[in-house]
């Protein structure tokens, strides 16, 4: 089945306790995605990749990390979490970047508390 | 920057027809899209206009006029499981997401 998966689904964290939500995507998809989401401001992008080690940043990069060492592989790193990154995490992925050619397929999503 | 405005919630009964809409202070990009997220669930893409006018998928139908920066969502024949947030998304080699409409779908 074509999917993208992440993990954890849940994570309830400390404040400076580094940690890793996984991505994964078996569609030989280019492009990656991870989003945030917040109430009352949908989805915003955090990070995207447009192929294996090749990162941009999106609107709210601060205080994230990823990486694209595989193709299928689009981790993110949260170095040092605080309060403020307490949301619900999206991964997502497609053929590639331009949405005429290729919807995004998105994970089953990370909800994050960090106290 | 990109911006774009949705409703924010939007209710209805079965049966009924719904349109949501979307404008947006942008130009230049290829398109607009649209995504459904049902309460707890990942977001799933819905249709996407390149060009103007209207595309037509089943019950859904999504229509876009670059010259009035403004787009929508049409929903026909509501059902129950139509409730969800719905979001639409302009193009600009990466998508930009508006803040979503709550449709409620009533008895």
């Known amino acids: 089945e074509a999917q993208v998966t992440q993990n954890p689904r849940y994570l309830i964290t400390v404040t400076g306790k580094k940690l890793t939500v996984t991505c994964s995507q078996n569609?030989?998809?280019?492009?990656m995605s991870w989003y945030r989401q917040d109430p009352g401001l949908g989805l915003r992008q955090i990070y995207y990749?447009?192929?294996?080690?090749?990162?941009d940043k999106g609107d709210v990069p601060e205080g994230y990390k990823v990486s694209r060492k595989e193709k299928r592989n689009f981790p993110l790193i949260l170095e040092s979490p605080s309060p403020n990154q307490t949301s619900l995490y999206f991964c997502?992925?497609?053929?590639?970047?331009?949405?005429?050619?290729?919807?995004?397929?998105f994970g089953n999503g990370t909800r994050l508390t960090v106290t | 920057g990109q911006s774009l405005e949705q409703p924010s919630e939007v209710t209805a009964v079965e049966g009924a027809i719904v349109q949501i809409n979307c404008t947006y202070q942008?130009?230049?990009?290829?398109?607009l899209s649209w995504y459904q997220q049902h309460d707890g669930g990942a977001p799933t893409f819905l249709s996407y206009?390149?060009?103007?006018g209207l595309e037509e998928t089943g019950r859904f139908s999504s229509f876009l006029s670059r010259s009035d920066s403004y787009g929508y969502l049409l929903l026909q024949e509501l059902q129950m499981k139509d409730s969800a947030s719905y979001f639409c998304a302009v193009d600009f080699q990466k998508l930009v997401f508006g803040t979503g409409t709550r449709l409620l779908v009533s008895p």
């Open positions: 990749s447009m192929n294996v080690e090749v990162t």
């Open positions: 206009n390149g060009l103007d």
């Open positions: 997502a992925s497609s053929w590639t970047g331009e949405s005429y050619n290729s919807p995004l397929h």
């Open positions: 569609m030989n998809h280019e492009y």
């Open positions: 942008t130009s230049g990009f290829y398109g």
